[in-house]
């Protein structure tokens, strides 16, 4: 079953005190970076620091991602440093193809870990996106891809804007490819951390689209973030009453399964069964069918 990443959030691999922090801030997912957010004579210092904070730093339950530099510039030699201490998974940066994907796959298959590291690849340019089904397709150790939609606007030559219109394409295209593949789609950050009503009006879209997650630019919006891609009381209810339903058509030897006279088919069922499982691994009461 998918991992809970419901958040993201990235730490300047350079910076040992937001490190620290970063056990503190309740995300999903903690990435440590290697890439944008350390400057390029601080890369080395930087690589150091990673490998030590994932040997020695109690993230709690977050995940814990290491984002190396593109492959292009010193990806490699991060991957070299971060693989033996086990990260829980590589976010690539700048992915255009799948030939990039498959690099990252072989250093981890040829690291020999004791673990599984999972691959997510960031795309963030037209070439990216329109790729982005062969990305997600790779290997079997991608289990989410990422969409940037800063560099992507930059890429294409569009403003980005608080409504969102000029990434709505990138965006859905990225959605479709990540399902077809049968993988998560991650949304990008909402870059104004004042305005909280925009934050959570861009995550219901986006959550309405399909995404399964965003990233976070400053801890105050994780809160947020939660909030949106938590199962609320209703949807729990809701995905309770299509499950009892479908169990009893199924009893009943019927391919057909109705819920306060509506007919429900398999990626109504799919979807319940997907809020169970977030509201079981969140700890939430889940209540008796209605009815």
Request: charged share 25%; with cysteine.
């Amino acid at each position: 079953m998918a991992k809970l990443r419901r958040s993201r959030i990235y730490l300047p691999g350079n910076r040992p005190r937001v490190i620290q922090k970063g056990t503190l801030l309740g995300a999903d997912v903690v990435i440590l970076d290697l890439e944008d957010s350390v400057a390029p004579d601080e890369k080395d210092a930087a690589r150091i620091l990673v490998t030590n904070a994932i040997k020695s730093v109690n993230f709690g339950a977050a995940e814990v991602m290491v984002r190396i530099n593109p492959l292009t510039t010193c990806g490699r030699e991060d991957l070299a440093a971060v693989l033996p201490v086990e990260p829980d998974a590589i976010v690539v940066p700048k992915s255009e193809n799948r030939e990039g994907v498959q690099v990252v796959e072989r250093a981890i298959l040829e690291s020999k870990l004791g673990k599984r590291v999972a691959i997510l690849p960031l795309i963030e340019s037209a070439k990216g996106i329109l790729n982005a089904y062969d990305i997600a397709s790779a290997s079997t150790l991608v289990e989410a891809i990422t969409f940037g939609g800063e560099d992507f606007t930059k890429d294409i030559g569009a403003t980005r804007t608080r409504e969102g219109q000029e990434i709505f394409v990138g965006r859905s295209l990225l959605v479709i490819a990540a399902k077809a593949a049968g993988v998560q789609a991650l949304d990008t950050v909402f870059s104004d951390f004042n305005d909280m009503e925009g934050l959570r009006k861009d995550t219901l879209a986006v959550k309405q689209m399909g995404f399964d997650g965003r990233a976070a630019i400053h801890p105050s919006q994780i809160e947020v973030i939660h909030e949106v891609f938590t199962p609320t009381e209703k949807e729990i209810q809701a995905a309770v009453n299509v499950i009892r339903a479908a169990e009893i058509a199924r009893k009943k030897g019927s391919g057909v399964a109705v819920v306060k006279g509506k007919m429900i088919d398999k990626p109504v069922i799919e979807r319940a069964e997907k809020v169970i499982c977030i509201a079981e691994r969140l700890s939430l009461p889940i209540p008796e069918p209605e009815g």
